[in-house]
């Protein structure tokens, strides 16, 4: 079955006209959520050390890197936005599959808009078009993949190929062969957990598919069957061989509809016990000092991604379940702040965390948790969330949004220039020229 | 089993003073045969395309395209340097895993070297345990890896990370994340064959290695137990859990002396075919118009690999033993130019191919063939090729390797300069800046 030309096929004659309201408002809403995280990640000890280690071996200042003075060319400020936007682990996730689909897509495309101009529309159609192909390909495989695999590592190439190759106007051949390069720089080992290379990978991978794309519309040739082919992509790295789904409704569906976005800055799996732990302590008023413990019931994913016991940096705390329910039950809060280094080695929250059980339960979904905690005088509490905060069934509001742009981004710009930033970003489908954006995320 | 922090150690506290004779010998002949090959691919369509997507988007002219006039930033050109020297699949061969072992190493810190000094004594070191690190990771994991992925691009980045960040200086813990990162970009489908994709994975597998080393130089982190973690890339990327022989020996004996030179320029598992056509034609002094048929009798990994029977580009020939035989029959050669788009559409090579069959003999070792041809007048000429020339119990000689460099490199460079540059190459152990030899790469 041909699978990697017909979807260049469809990358290459889609037409804004085809594409829905609702996916377009979507898109719209992940590329604020978006850039509030390159915003408010770009001044994390990751990006500094990647900056640094850079800094002697790039050159043109192309392009910028969002909320910083520095200026890169743009492949590398393709990765280093990539780093920043994805280091918090507080960007958008299409539940399905866990991939993280903005991250490699607006990366590659707002670097490539400071070479050449591209207009909000444009943008816009080639973004919901990268997400769809990264998409698609990860519903494929994600069954089989994402205990081992960061998903977004390894799909998140052929999402920003597509997306450039659109921008680009890549003939069908030249796309085919755009995917086919990204098919084989795909990457990305979930024992990073915890660590900065995780947000490596998933820069990268919008620096890979900008790469495969700029090569591809050169005459760079690649296998033209590289994801369905005998040694290609879905049996090698996805490990499947059925892949007639790929293709099912294929311009008739937009999976960005599907897009979901973090109130909490940690593996989204942990988020049902963060919205349970948070509606218990405002309902009782609770005071760590009071909690004899609290038993976490959640679905099995959550303990396998999220069941680090006693994390050791703020990265990894991220990993962490049992640290999530401690800071959100002290805190009140499970931002980037609760998540930062001096809040895993808060005596309160890393005595309380030591008293914090968690067990799976099969019957639970992804989305859905059972807490409950016991107090000192014997007093027992507990909630069942059905729908965390984020999910597809229970939304983020676009006034979330814009507390959650203005959490990250107002460290960093001021309060008058976060809100000119977020207008603009909420403006992007009238842009003439997305670099407004990227200008607009400067500090002065 | 810590292996990853161990193999860091290693690294970190290897001398010079360790290292033997025949390694070391053995490593420059590696260094002789790698910039022949990155001299001569410099020309190809891939080196072309490559150089052509990356003029507008990358920018400081800091260092050397071997053979060529332009300048790249150091990233790309390790980048460009490992595309050219591996596009005619004319490198060097680690026979037990078929890793590729200098192109990651060499390009890495050819680049490197442009703005750091880096001695001869030095060079050769970092090599030398570049390629140790790397081809024993490779020897753990060839079995179960090599149908599917690209050795090279999957563990060559620890190679290059190791050499760079032996230049570097790095502690035992920055290289410990030197090496995580590397494991977390290891790539390469072998769906990618006979396209230029397939270059472009060796290139990058330098590059990403390169990359590993300078961010961990700056305190970026990765996991401290990437190789042999549960979701690390032994498991994940090699399929393998006994990881023991790792270690085995490490410090005593040196990969670098098992590594091969190719006399021919296609998939080293063609060769013992090709020493045998060769053989039949010289001995017999054979007419192609005149054979009837050839019968090849191959190791089974040759027709998995090399199978192709009706290659339609010159790196498609590369991967087809049809091809290979063909060529060698009617042009008494299987350098570049019998794998060169002209030669794949010759009539008489096309002709000759669709009279030739192969099929496996598991019996045969992988330098092992049986070639059986049938003449127009019912004549039958047979040939055992025992050890294919290049391999490692019939290595090419010194004066071989001279005779494959000069091959490659008057084209472009003339028969001056070519014996200038040899001789640089050969006298590498006593250079005090090794960028002598890059400059003299350049055609005047």
């Not at 990073?192 to 947000?199: E, L, N, Q, V, Y």
Request: hydrophobic share 45%.
């Amino acid at each position: 079955m041909e699978i990697t030309r017909r979807l260049a096929r469809y990358i290459v004659t889609s037409e804004p006209s085809h594409i829905p309201d609702a996916a377009r408002r979507e898109a719209v809403r992940s590329l604020v959520n978006w850039l509030g995280c390159a915003v408010g990640g770009s001044q994390h000890e990751a990006v500094e050390h990647a900056l640094a280690a850079l800094e002697d071996y790039q050159a043109l200042p192309q392009a910028t890197v969002f909320g910083r003075r520095e200026r890169l060319d743009i492949m590398h400020a393709a990765l280093v936005n990539g780093i920043s936007s994805h280091v918090f682990d507080f960007d958008d996730t299409h539940l399905r599959t866990l991939l993280h689909p903005s991250v490699p897509v607006a990366s590659a495309l707002f670097a490539l808009a400071e070479r050449r101009r591209i207009s909000g529309p444009d943008f816009l159609h080639a973004f919901i078009v990268g997400v769809e192909i990264e998409s698609r390909i990860a519903n494929a495989i994600f069954d089989n993949h994402n205990t081992d695999w960061y998903i977004t590592g390894t799909t998140g190439p052929f999402g920003a190929a597509a997306a450039v190759g659109k921008i680009l106007g890549l003939t069908e051949e030249r796309m085919t062969w755009a995917l086919g390069i990204a098919a084989t720089e795909g990457a990305g080992l979930r024992q990073m957990a915890g660590t900065m290379a995780k947000s490596l990978v998933h820069g990268r991978a919008g620096q890979n598919g900008l790469y495969a794309a700029l090569l591809a519309a050169q005459g760079f040739t690649s296998s033209v069957d590289a994801i369905e082919g005998a040694r290609g992509f879905a049996k090698v790295i996805g490990g499947v061989a059925d892949l007639t789904d790929m293709l099912q409704g294929l311009g008739d569906t937009y999976e960005i509809e599907l897009n979901t976005y973090k109130p909490y800055a940690c593996g989204v799996v942990a988020h049902p016990v963060i919205h349970g732990c948070m509606r218990l302590r405002e309902q009782h008023g609770l005071q760590a000092s009071r909690i004899r413990g609290v038993a976490l019931h959640v679905h099995p994913q959550a303990l396998k991604l999220t069941g680090i016991k006693a994390p050791r940096s703020g990265l990894e705390s991220k990993w962490s379940l049992y640290h999530s329910a401690a800071a959100v039950l002290v805190r009140g809060a499970a931002g980037e702040h609760e998540y930062a280094e001096d809040c895993v080695r808060d005596p309160t929250i890393v005595a309380l965390r030591d008293r914090i059980t968690a067990s799976e339960d099969r019957r639970l979904r992804q989305d859905e948790a059972h807490i409950r905690i016991e107090l000192d005088d014997g007093l027992v509490l507990e909630c069942h969330v059905e729908h965390a905060l984020g999910s597809v069934d229970s939304p983020m509001s676009n006034a979330d949004l814009a507390v959650k742009f203005r959490g990250l981004v107002e460290p960093i710009l001021q309060p008058e220039a976060t809100d000119r930033l977020l207008q603009l970003c909420w403006a992007l489908p009238e842009l003439e020229d997305v670099t407004k954006i990227a200008r607009a995320s400067v500090p002065r």
